[in-house]
């Protein structure tokens, strides 16, 4: 098999194919996924004198692992990888650098990582650690030792991260919700459990704990993290909720945007109103949360001081030493949110936090 059948198979030219298996910049990460996507099914493996076209001295690889429940065999289109991966390109455009992608399933963890190490073609491994354990980051690192691992951190790990300060943002969020009123407030967690998430109930909950709140378990959720639809799942969990004789929370934090977009068109469905009924707050500042409707109050993260930070620690340094960044976060107010409607004193209503 020669590049020109996988150039049709993908239904792209020579040249896209050939930029895809270089690393080279001049086609989008959807494209050159799919073509890489498209040979390994086929088997194909490039010549050396393909790869040879990348100047290894000024190639960073991206490394993700697909399939394991949040980050998607597509993941370069769901929309906080999507922003994070331009932010990447864009660092590396600037320092002269190009961006090569390769992707690892899950399921064949330790063959496809050997295959990514044997390749040797670039100077540094960007790795997306969303949604990977100790363990699997540490097999990576003895693999690939020059890393930088994006989006989690495991602290006794010798390993270079840049995490997200999820305990911070999330107290933002609940500081918020007590200061403008609300004392009645629900939880959406995703059904998917990552570092991030846990990290992000922690500050939630200890923002509602010093002021003498908390989230009774009935007006606890969980829901899938993925999608940007409205869920059957939520609407039966809110359905029996009310039906049970609860009082409609009148604000729900929802551990990334995700969940709350999903959550303010499923109780559109329901007829609950945001933010006049319900206040909602999500967390990462995505794109989409400036095209729902009421626009989102989130927490922003710094997407593009994540990026350069890794670029940077690969390029500037060549990975002396070890070193594990926290990002803090922004919290933005959007008009999802609003005091509520109809004010009680915690701990006069049936279900409020502090009583179960």
């Not at 769901?78 to 455009?93: A, D, G, T, V």
């Not at 040797?120 to 020059?146: D, F």
């Not at 967690?189 to 908390?214: Q, T, W, Y």
Request: proline content about 4%; overall charge negative; hydrophobic content about 40%.
């Amino acid at each position: 098999m020669k590049m020109e059948d996988i150039a049709k198979l993908a239904n792209v030219s020579k040249a896209a194919v050939s930029l895809a298996f270089s690393g080279k910049p001049g086609i989008g990460p959807d494209t050159r996924e799919r073509i890489l996507q498209v040979a390994y099914e086929a088997g194909y493996s490039p010549k050396n004198r393909e790869v040879a076209t990348t100047k290894v001295d000024k190639s960073l690889l991206f490394l993700v692992c697909t399939n394991s429940g949040i980050v998607l065999e597509e993941y370069y289109q769901q929309p906080f990888f999507k922003e994070l991966i331009h932010f990447i390109e864009e660092r590396c455009r600037q320092k002269g650098y190009s961006l090569i992608f390769s992707t690892v399933d899950v399921e064949y963890f330790q063959r496809d990582i050997q295959v990514v190490a044997d390749e040797k073609r670039s100077v540094g491994t960007i790795v997306l650690g969303t949604n990977l354990t100790r363990e699997q980051i540490r097999n990576i690192h003895a693999k690939l030792p020059n890393l930088v691992v994006l989006d989690t951190c495991f602290e006794t790990l010798p390993v270079q991260f840049i995490q997200i300060n999820n305990v911070m943002g999330a107290y933002q969020a609940g500081a918020y919700l007590c200061n403008i009123g609300h004392t009645s407030i629900g939880y959406i967690a995703s059904n998917v459990r990552i570092h991030n998430f846990e990290e992000r109930k922690r500050g939630f909950m200890a923002a509602l704990s010093e002021r003498g709140l908390r989230v009774p378990e009935t007006a606890h959720f969980s829901v899938a993290p993925t999608i940007l639809t409205s869920q059957d799942d939520l609407k039966r969990q809110l359905t029996t909720y009310l039906e049970n004789g609860h009082r409609m929370p009148t604000a729900w934090f929802c551990e990334c945007d995700y969940i709350a977009i999903s959550a303010m068109k499923t109780m559109n469905e329901l007829g609950i109103r945001v933010p006049q009924d319900t206040s909602v707050i999500g967390f990462d500042n995505i794109n989409e949360s400036l095209v729902v409707t009421p626009e989102l109050t989130t927490i922003h993260v710094d997407k593009e001081r994540m990026a350069s930070l890794a670029v940077d620690l690969l390029t500037d340094a060549l990975s002396q030493g070890t070193s594990k960044i926290i990002v803090d976060t922004i919290f933005v107010e959007r008009n999802s949110c609003a005091t509520p409607a109809d004010p009680e004193p915690a701990g006069q209503m049936p279900d409020s936090p502090g009583q179960d």
